[in-house]
């Protein structure tokens, strides 16, 4: 039964029945908002909306959110998968520029449901937990994995004092020789997967290290001996990879952790901004 099958049935008052004409008309929208982000947009209280909830069978707001997110994704545009990048070319040169940039962001939207499903919130927050408590950060990404794994590294050096980034093959050994049980290694690897990527990986489980994937799957070949894996997609319309999922995941450690440490973040954050103005850096 679809949410619009379950409120025909359900007696909703007239706050209700505002709510749920809104989730209706703005699914797309609304399946990305709280309970009281919605409550604030239609000037309603919160128990409206929880009400709502409950009336259409759900235990709680999320549950309601989570099948309005399945419903939207289920709609949205679906792209045929191929893994050779001229037939991906011959798809594109079909659609006009400006359908190619439709398309580009219908993929995108495509990609966000579905970490919603695949890298749940409870994953994040076991991920976020573990950096918390690691002495160490490293943040491991080569070829075209390496300007991620740096922007990921800066990003979380504001908030922990020891976070390392490893880029480069050649000086991955040294980087990596110190790594040990009390710390964290998050190995960034998507296909082709980086012979530099499984050497990093080895030496990590051979230090008994906590090991973070962010990888294309669950059963990527780099996730063998990972604490958590996450999985992006990275389909796209042209020979390169779509890396759209990969920045949303990395925003979301990254406001976990800053959130949960928001002391020491903070603090931080304070006395790098006194030094990057002193030095004209901004």
Known sequence: MTIEERGYEAKLSKNESLVFEFIMKEKERACFLTSTDIATE?????SSVIRLSRKLGYGSFAELKKDLQNEVSQKSFTLQ???VPYKKLKQVDKLSEFELIEAIHESAKVKIMQDLTTNQSEKYIEVANLLKKAKKIYVVGFRTCSGMAEYFANMLSFVFPFVNHVTSVSSMVDELMDIDESDVMILISYPRYSKGAYYA?????????RIVVFTDKLTSPITNGATKVIANNIDSLTFTNSFINLILSIEVVVSLVAKQNEKQSSQRLKRIEKYLNKTGQY
Request: glycine share 6%; net charge negative.
């Open 81 to 83: 998968k191929t893994n």
């Open 201 to 209: 990986l080895e030496m990590a489980k051979e230090a008994g290290a």
């Open 42 to 46: 239609l000037n309603v209280s919160d």
